[in-house]
DNA sequence: CGTTTTTGACCAGCGC
DNA sequence: GCGCTGGTCAAAAACG
C-alpha cells in the first residue's frame, strides 16, 4: 500500500563472494546472486529489488536505507546473524519515509494458477537494512496476510505476498532483534511479472536472465 | 465498494 | 507421542 519512493541505483555484481569495500560511498557493500540455478526452462528468474541512498543527495521526502548486510538463504537464518554486522555504514540516515502511492493498473492474468505450481527452486534472498521503515518499496505491491512473534526476536515478523496475481513471492520481514533500527527483509521467491509500477532502474544480468529492479521513478521525478 | 489489514486459529515439520 | 515453533488461512474489520 504505502510505497515509499527511493532513490536507487543498480547494482551490477560479478560473481564474487561479499567484500565491503572500506569507505565505500555507498551504503550497500555488495550483491551477488545465485549462479546455480540451471534449470531455468522459460520463465526468468527474478531477484528481489535493492536500492541505495545516494548521499550527496539530500532527498527529504525519499526513504534512506542502508543496505548493510545481505545473504542468501542456503543456510539456515539463524547461520545468518552469528557473525557481528561487519559493515555498518555510519549514514546515520534518518530514514524519513515519505509515502507515495504508485498504485497503477495491475496486468491481467489470464491464467489462473494451477493446482500444482512448480517450484524447482525456492529463490531466497535477505539483507539487513537501516531503515525507520519496514516496508522497502521495491515496486511491488505486497498484501499481508501473517504476523508471528518468533522466539529468537522481541519483534513479531510480518508476512507479506506479492498481490499480483499468479505471482507468489513472498517476503518477511522483522526488525533486527539486536538492532531495531535494522530491519531485516527476506525475499522468497521469483517474481513472475515486472513491477507493476514502470521500472526505470532495471537491468538484465544476461547470464542469469535476472532482473534487477532498483527503482519505480523516473530520474527526473525524484527531486 | 473494493481492497488490505488484523488477528486468532489451524496445520505441518521438527526435536526431544 | 507430545509439545513447540514457524508459516498460512480465513473471517471480520478497517481503510481509501
Redesign the pocket.
Known amino acids: ?2 510505497a515509499v519512493g527511493a532513490h536507487a541505483a543498480v547494482y551490477h555484481h560479478p560473481v564474487s563472494g561479499l567484500s565491503a569495500p572500506a569507505g565505500d560511498t555507498y551504503s550497500m557493500s555488495s550483491y551477488f546472486s545465485h549462479g546455480g540455478s540451471s534449470t531455468s526452462s522459460s520463465a526468468s528468474s527474478f531477484s528481489a529489488a535493492l536500492a541505495a541512498a545516494t548521499p550527496p543527495l539530500p532527498d527529504p521526502s525519499g526513504a534512506q536505507f542502508d543496505i548493510s548486510e545481505f545473504f542468501f538463504d542456503d543456510a539456515p ?1 539463524a547461520a545468518v546473524f552469528n557473525g557481528a554486522p561487519a559493515a555498518v555504514l555510519p549514514d546515520g540516515a534518518a530514514a524519513s519515509a515519505a509515502a507515495h502511492a504508485t498504485r497503477s493498473a495491475a496486468e491481467a492474468a489470464p491464467a489462473p494458477a494451477p493446482a500444482a505450481v512448480e517450484r524447482p527452486r525456492t529463490e531466497r534472498i535477505a539483507f539487513r537494512t537501516k531503515s525507520e521503515i519496514e516496508i522497502l518499496d521495491d515496486g511491488y ?12 526476536s522481541p519483534n513479531p ?5 506479492c ?1 499480483t496475481e499468479g505471482c507468489n513471492v ?1 517476503k ?1 520481514v522483522e526488525r533486527d532483534k539486536d538492532d531495531p533500527s535494522y530491519v531485516v527483509t527476506t525475499y ?1 521467491g521469483t517474481h513472475n511479472h515486472v513491477s507493476p509500477s514502470t521500472v526505470y532502474y532495471a537491468s538484465q544480468d544476461a547470464a542469469s536472465g535476472r532482473f534487477f529492479v532498483a527503482g519505480t521513478q523516473p530520474p527526473g521525478s525524484l527531486n
Open positions: 500500500m504505502a537464518p505491491k505486497w498484501r499481508k496476510y501473517g504476523k508471528k512473534s518468533v522466539k529468537n515478523r510480518n508476512y507479506y505476498r498481490s513472498k518477511r522468497e
